[in-house]
């Protein structure tokens, strides 16, 4: 008798918990306020606002939504699930002063904006494949007039629901598949000034000269990641436990109402200013290097950050051997990201090397 058959027959838990377990599901159950909408694709255009038209467009997509990520063939198959009439996962908004805010839903908004604009060109069809090379201008007119009145549900949540039910509802969406990154799931659940500031200090000019990533990286806001993780490490770094992304959330989390952002500038300009004088690849490994592993930006990062705040007027030779040695190397090989040994083993490496411990 396999497992759930058993289960059946003999419950694990006694009425008197069942009971419990239903009365917290009562308790912790909130009135989600919602309305079930269905546009013609050509009205969702309409409304759309791609950030650079007037603050009256009825949708838009929030500043904390990540960019557009979608591939070409990626995108082109959506367009084609579309025309073929299969189901599309609903859109998900947000009464916002009356206008949508999209909650989930903005890779295939704009997929749709860019078709309809004819920036987007049509490949990798399999179905399809005699449309390849098409833009929505190439397609027959009567094709195009029945594409623009294609519908999309939209489920729609009123002003009634609270700030608290959109934000758990744009967390379990985005935890619940892999859309999103870490980071990306993070901008939406604790928007506010400390997620701004972390932005502004990710848009430092210094910072993306010395710490190149990829446009991959790039898009997946791994540059705010690192960021973030440098003052979660710069204050924290010995109460980490063993999870990077528990331990990072939290640091997020209760800097949400209150935080010096401009002692904590002042700290990530003078960390840059000394990165920028004293290491003669920045952040990277080499000087043809085109992108920044992370491990070794959190290591030089804090690690400069912490000989800093031990002596403020610390001044080296410009030239460290053990940037290129192997101990160092050992240390930064791996991410071994939620190991909490290693993670202040290399921070505190190049702390004491700077300070010649």
Avoid at 131 to 146: S, T, W, Y
Avoid at 160 to 185: C, G, H, P, Y
Avoid at 258 to 282: C, Q
Avoid at 315 to 343: G, I
Wanted: with cysteine.
């Amino acid at each position: 008798m396999d497992t759930y058959q058993q289960g059946e027959l003999f419950p694990k838990f006694t009425p008197e918990q069942q009971d419990q377990a239903e009365s917290q599901i009562i308790k912790e159950q909130q009135i989600v306020d919602y309305e079930i909408r269905e546009y013609p694709i050509e009205v969702i255009v309409q409304k759309y606002l791609d950030g650079k038209g007037e603050n009256n467009n009825e949708i838009f997509i929030p500043k904390y939504q990540r960019k557009y990520v979608w591939k070409q063939n990626q995108a082109s198959k959506f367009i084609e699930s579309v025309m073929l009439g299969l189901p599309i996962p609903y859109i998900f908004t947000a009464d916002n002063e009356g206008r949508m805010e999209v909650v989930d839903g903005s890779q295939r908004i704009r997929t749709i904006f860019y078709f309809m604009k004819n920036q987007l060109e049509l490949s990798g069809l399999k179905k399809l494949n005699k449309l390849n090379g098409f833009k929505h201008k190439d397609l027959p007119l009567i094709r195009q007039r029945r594409f623009n009145k294609k519908t999309l549900r939209i489920i729609e949540l009123t002003e009634k629901a609270t700030l608290e039910v959109r934000k758990d509802l744009f967390e379990r969406i985005n935890t619940t598949s892999t859309k999103l990154t870490d980071m990306q799931v993070r901008r939406g659940v604790y928007e506010g000034k400390f997620n701004d500031f972390i932005k502004e200090c990710a848009s430092n000019v210094k910072y993306i000269i010395l710490c190149p990533i990829s446009k991959a990286k790039e898009a997946k806001d791994d540059r705010l990641e690192m960021v973030l993780r440098f003052f979660a490490y710069s204050d924290n770094y010995l109460k980490f436990i063993h999870s990077v992304k528990d331990f990072v959330d939290d640091y997020m989390k209760s800097k949400q109402n209150k935080f010096d952002g401009e002692k904590m500038a002042e700290d990530f300009e003078n960390m840059l200013d000394f990165v920028e004088t004293y290491f003669p690849h920045g952040f990277k490994k080499t000087t043809g290097s085109k992108t920044t592993p992370r491990v070794r930006f959190e290591a030089i990062s804090v690690g400069v950050h912490l000989a800093l705040k031990e002596n403020p007027n610390l001044t080296p030779q410009p030239v460290f051997d053990w940037l290129y040695s192997e101990e160092f190397m050992k240390h930064t090989k791996s991410d071994a990201a939620n190991n909490k040994n290693k993670v202040i083993a290399r921070i505190e490496y190049v702390r004491d090397k700077l300070l010649e411990k």
